[in-house]
């Protein structure tokens, strides 16, 4: 009779991938068996939109570890299979060929996937969404062929898209019911910095419009607009946000609302099973609140985070919220967390789009983005973490350091 105790991940994800490089590197040497739907094993998203699928970065950049990586550290891989069934009194989860595997330890890190749209004509060829490797791949294809595509959809994916696609040469037209692109995150001060980025490029923007159906033969060959307009196009790229894959958890009774809901150390309602990356909406003991990141660093290092808690390290997950986008020649970074705010303090200089943006709740921030401006995300971090007290006229000055801002301010408080 074995004593081996065995670590199950389901989700060949990033966060799943981090994870058991991360029991190896802790010291587990026990049965690790990580489980993908996928044929490919586990890669990088953020390439997908950006330079993967402008061709200008080959299969082999988006993965997270060497091929050989797996079977060197006696991480076993099941590609190509989906779980079906969690029991989690048995400690059991079956897979889609019959397979059964019991488990000590569980992690789910099962993802997200595209919200799709329930209009006539969504399921037309040429209707593409883009969440995986293949789907960029395809994508890609069509790219190649150049002609006009129609993106639904003006949040991260769609405006990434809509930038490679610009950058392939095609027409590209953008429509979201919104005033500008990236509003729910950025508002609407900085969503128009993105709106002009775009429109310098020759992108056609139709804010404030929405999406009523889609029209062709075999393939769509039309959008229709909620304004009563006709877009002929070759094809249409949707990003209209993500919902997470959360199924699994709730047929085994497990407590989800927006995502799994994990505790601070990433553990489930149920003992012995965690979650992680974009399924996971997490108590955050910084902002004391619930929250899930659909974002690339969350799942980097939310998922090492609940490899070291399935060894019993009870260690609180409170890394702040980070992502970053390139479109065109904007590239930014972005740290923290903002449902509101009072005001945006800027430092640089918007029309070159050399500037730090900061999100503002009374005296203290909140979230910061440099856009093509580089190495300051520690001292942003600060700033927050610390919660110190900020002038906003010291802020905005470019001449005062962020270190030093923050020191002083530390210091003055």
Known sequence: MTTEKTFLIVGASLAGAKAAETLRAEGFDGRIVLVGAEQDRPYERPPLSKEYLRGEAGREKVYVHDEGFYAEQDIELRLGRTAVSLNASADEVALDDGERLRYDRLLLATGAEPRRLPLPGAELDGVVYLRTVEDSDALRERLDRGGHVVVVGAGWIGAEVAASARQRGLDVTVLDPLSVPLERVLGTEMGAVYRDVHADQGVKLLMGTGVEGFEGGDAVQRVRTSDGRTLDCDFVVVGVGVQPRSQLAAQAGLAVGDGILVDEHLQTSAP????????????????????????????????????????????????????????????????????????????????AREFIAFWMVEDRVVAGMNVNVWDVVDPIQRLIRERVSVDDKRLADPDVALDQLAHAERGAS
């Open 272 to 351: 012995g099973v965690f979650a992680a990356g974009d399924v996971a909406g997490a108590e955050h003991p910084f902002y004391g609140e619930r929250i899930r990141v659909e974002h690339w660093a969350n799942a980097l290092h939310q998922g090492p985070a609940a490899a070291r808690n399935m060894l019993g390290r009870g260690e609180a997950f409170d890394s702040l919220p980070y992502f970053f986008s390139d479109q065109y020649d904007v590239g930014m970074e972005y740290t923290g967390f903002a449902r509101h705010w009072d005001r945006v303090v800027i430092r640089g200089d918007l029309a």
